[in-house]
Structure formats: C-alpha cells, structure tokens
C-alpha cells in the first residue's frame, strides 16, 4: 500500500509542479523553482512535524506525503541545473544569489514549518484540556444537584 501511496502523492506532486512551471515559468529568474523548494520545507516540516507526529496519520501515509508529494514537488536537480546554466552564461553574480536565496529561504521556511507545527500542536492540545475540564465541571455540577 505505502508504493501505491507513493506513485499516487507522486503524480500530484508533479502536476503541481509542472502547473507552477507553467504560471512562473519563462521568467530570467527561476522563481518557480525557488518557489516550489521553499514551499516544499514548509510544507514537509508540517507533514512529518505535526500529521506524522501529532495527529498520528499512518506511518505510510506520511511518508507517501514527504516522499512521494513534497519529493515530486520540490527540485533539487533544476536548482542545480538553473544554477550551471547561469555559470555556463557568465553570470555568476546570479548563480551566487541564487544559491544563497534559495538556501536562505529555504532554511527560513523549514524552521517556520516547524514553528507552525508546534503551534497548531499546542492549540489543538489547549482545545481538547479546555474540553476535557468543561466536562469535569458539567459532572461535577450535575452530581452536586
């Protein structure tokens, strides 16, 4: 079953990717690429960070969603590629920028993925204690009638 899941968060991952391309792409930036890498860290720390361990999705269906979405989502070979293809046209400037953006950006939105999972953690946990002493209180009111 996890393959399946696999081949499945796979191929929406890539149609996501190609559509992106599509909106972004032609730009002498690779801002679609930049893009879905960013976008990929954030979203991959709130996969295994909060689905994985907080709400408790299968083991597979977790690692189908990093893998098999965010892995077909993300580029890290056309990073590398756009990165050459700037060298290769003599423009270093851009290829330095470029890697430094992208690592920047990306290391911003994995600890901001991360944070974010810790936080919607933290809600839903103070949700279901308020829960939890509602009920206390309603039974507690209810047997000393």
Not at 28 to 56: K, M, Q, S, W
């Amino acid at each position: 079953m996890y393959y399946l899941y696999i081949g499945l968060f796979g191929a929406l991952g890539a149609l996501l990717r190609a559509l992106l391309g599509v909106a972004f792409g032609g730009a002498a930036f690779p801002i679609d690429t930049l893009l879905v890498n960013v976008v990929g860290c954030f979203a991959l720390e709130l996969v295994y960070n909060f689905l994985g361990r907080r709400v408790h999705l299968s083991k597979d269906l977790v690692g189908a969603m990093g893998t098999g979405l965010l892995g077909a989502f993300t580029t890290m070979s056309a990073f590398s590629y756009q990165t050459v293809a700037f060298l290769e046209a003599g423009e270093a400037a851009a290829a330095v920028c470029y890697i430094v953006i992208t690592l920047a950006l990306c290391l911003a939105a994995t600890t901001a993925g991360h944070l974010a999972a810790l936080r919607i953690a933290r809600r839903r946990l103070a949700k279901r204690k308020a829960a939890i002493a509602a009920r206390r209180e309603a039974r507690k009111a209810g047997e000393a009638r």
